[in-house]
């Protein structure tokens, strides 16, 4: 075994170490500085927001049952100004019935649709089934524009067109928050505005915003 000493008697002294093992040392060095190096850029890149994936706007490619169960294609309404709202025949807003019903017969002849979505996933307060929701609309607030069948607005089971509605961009996207969360689509079929649930048809923020959407060709 080498034995080395930096004693006079030493064959190799101090300096001689040195040239032996610096290469060395400095190789295992580099190696290690470079092995650091690429860990680093590996977490940068995985720390790295990945790109989000782009979500249509455009709501209309759907077909769907209405309350009397035929089926109705959302296409059908494209050129005119959509608002879209979730609804319950017992929740503390179910009177905004009324009030959509009269903002749709003032501007249905200027191209407005309002279309109903029924859904028991708030409190449960859409139990009834798709005659039954049919007959109170009917019988209490005298609707007259188009209900869809009962889907779901959220969840695991939410309906394709509400999960497309969910993925939207701030501050259109997210799940609907309570029953009758309002959508607004303009005349291409794209969502355009949200309103939440306690804001009433008859709200300067939806008329002004419809003024405009009504206005365009």
């Given at each position: 075994?080498?034995?080395?000493?930096?004693?006079?008697?030493?064959?190799?002294?101090?300096?001689?170490?040195?040239?032996?093992?610096?290469?060395?040392?400095?190789?295992?060095?580099?190696?290690?500085?470079h092995k650091n190096e690429s860990n680093a850029q590996i977490s940068a890149e995985?720390?790295?927001?990945?790109?989000?994936k782009m979500v249509s706007k455009d709501v209309l490619g759907y077909e769907m049952e209405l309350?009397?169960?035929?089926?109705?294609?959302?296409?059908?309404?494209r050129g005119s100004v959509v608002l879209m709202v979730n609804v319950a025949s017992a929740c503390g807003l179910t009177p905004q019935y009324e009030g959509l019903e009269a903002l749709y017969r003032e501007h249905k002849k200027d191209g407005l649709v309002i279309i109903g979505?029924?859904?028991?996933?708030?409190?449960?307060?859409?139990?009834?089934?798709?005659?039954?929701?049919?007959?109170?609309?009917?019988?209490k607030y005298d609707v007259t524009f188009p209900i869809m069948g009962k889907i779901?607005?959220?969840?695991?089971?939410?309906?394709?067109?509400?999960?497309?509605?969910a993925a939207q961009p701030e501050p259109i996207g997210g799940e609907p928050e309570w029953n009758f969360a309002k959508f607004l689509v303009n005349r291409k079929g794209e969502v355009v505005a949200r309103f939440p649930s306690r804001t009433t048809p008859s709200d300067p923020a939806i008329l002004e915003q419809l003024k405009l959407l009504l206005a365009e060709d």
């Open positions: 075994m080498w034995k080395f000493g930096c004693n006079k008697k030493s064959s190799i002294g101090a300096s001689a170490m040195l040239v032996l093992f610096l290469p060395a040392w400095l190789g295992l060095t580099n190696s290690s500085n995985s720390a790295e927001p990945k790109e989000k309350l009397n169960g035929t089926m109705q294609k959302l296409d059908t309404y979505f029924p859904a028991n996933d708030f409190g449960a307060q859409e139990p009834g089934t798709n005659a039954e929701i049919a007959l109170f609309c009917s019988n779901h607005v959220k969840g695991k089971d939410v309906h394709p067109l509400y999960k497309q509605l």
